[in-house]
């Protein structure tokens, strides 16, 4: 019985010769095997349920990771929506300052005088017709810098830095008898400012200038003032 594995039955003494020391020999063999089985087991149902835990940790850090992985997923689809989003904003801003820009070429293509159209961060954003003939620069192959330098370089008696800096600064003025190119302009500084929702956002700088005097009134005024 005890080869079979009841290893709870024992042989019972009923001499102290040899065969009651086998006996007892045979008893003691049995309880320590039942102790080591028993010890055995109970290591066997720990590393379960330690395997189990692990398992369970296993099975929650891939539910965490799917929720991640969906999560990830959903994310990209969003802002692959924003950035056609963003992409159909900017197509429709493009078109809306094509339609504005052309307007304001048919606005100021009958215009007598120079137009220098400024933005809120003083670089120039368009000039018109009169003006590139003035200044004599390139309307093709637009260059924000050398249209300012020309305009600069065209008045450079005229302290056009100052008036801009005053201009800049939130005035709206005129300033007459300004000499460039052998000629007398008057010029007049225009501050943009949007009083929509009363948040007075600066849209920009416009400067107009036309001619007040030709070159043989310009002559003759001289002669005069030397005189």
Same mark, same amino acid.
């Given at each position: ?141 637009? *260059?924000? &810098? ?5 305009? +600069?370089? $065209? %008045?450079?008696?005229?302290? @056009? ?32 400012? *949007?009083? &929509? ?5 600066? +849209?920009? $700088? %416009?400067?107009?200038?036309? @001619? ?16």
């Amino acid at each position: 019985e005890m080869a079979g594995g009841k290893l709870t039955r024992r042989v019972k003494i009923v001499s102290h010769d040899e065969i009651g020391k086998l006996a007892l020999a045979f008893n003691t063999m049995a309880t320590r095997l039942q102790e080591s089985y028993d010890n055995l087991e109970k290591r066997v149902q720990d590393k379960a349920k330690t395997l189990t835990e692990v398992l369970e940790k296993l099975e929650f850090k891939n539910i965490d990771l799917e929720k991640s992985q969906l999560a990830t997923i959903n994310l990209l689809e969003d802002l692959e929506v924003e950035k056609e989003a963003v992409e159909q904003r900017v197509q429709d801003r493009t078109a809306d300052l094509e339609r504005e820009k052309n307007k304001l070429l048919q606005v100021t293509s009958n215009m007598k005088g120079g137009g220098i159209l400024f933005d809120s961060t003083k670089k120039i954003v368009f000039i018109n017709q009169v003006a590139t003939e003035t200044l004599k620069v390139d309307s093709v192959k637009f *260059s924000a &810098k050398k249209t300012l330098d020309a305009f +600069l370089s $065209y %008045f450079a008696n005229g302290n @056009i830095k100052d008036h801009l800096k005053r201009c800049t600064d939130g005035e709206s003025f005129s300033v007459s008898e300004i000499e460039g190119g052998g000629r007398l302009y008057e010029i007049f500084f225009h501050f943009l400012q *949007s009083d &929509k929702n009363d948040n007075n956002e600066t +849209l920009g $700088y %416009f400067v107009l200038f036309s @001619i007040s005097l030709t070159p043989n009134c310009l002559s003759a005024q001289k002669v005069n003032s030397s005189q």
